[in-house]
């Protein structure tokens, strides 16, 4: 099971950190991930991060504003959004899987969490 928290409102230029709480399975995931989804459009990736090898992957507009990590001891990952803009709104999603898949496609992602609003206000 993936449990989401950490969102809210927050003006531009602020930050936020989302955490996602990994229970059952947490020692066994090939990868996790963030994916948001925008009123009015589909689910898109924001990064991820193997956990084998400590790989990371971001979408290109978060580069250099949103740091993705990983708490072992936890089994929880982190997302630290720094610099968030009014295009970052979006309820955000963990995702899951113990599979070697492609890291940018929900598809490929068994398993989620509930999701967590993060709003952006200029």
């Known amino acids: 099971q993936l449990q989401a928290s950490g969102g809210g409102l927050v003006q531009a230029g602020g930050s936020l950190r989302l955490s996602c709480a990994a229970s059952?399975?947490?020692?066994?995931?090939?990868?996790m991930g963030w994916f948001r989804q925008a009123p009015g459009k589909e689910r898109e990736f924001v990064a991820a991060i193997n956990w084998s090898d400590n790989n990371i992957y971001y979408v290109e507009s978060v580069k250099g504003r949103f740091t993705i990590s990983r708490d072992n001891a936890k089994n929880t990952l982190l997302l630290q959004m720094n610099r968030l803009k009014p295009e970052d709104t979006a309820v955000y999603y963990c995702?899951?899987?113990?599979?070697?898949?492609?890291?940018?496609?929900?598809?490929?992602?068994?398993?989620w969490g509930q999701g967590t609003l993060v709003t952006v206000s200029s």
């Open positions: 059952g399975r947490g020692l066994s995931w090939y990868r």
């Open positions: 995702a899951a899987e113990y599979l070697y898949r492609r890291y940018d496609r929900s598809n490929d992602y068994g398993y």
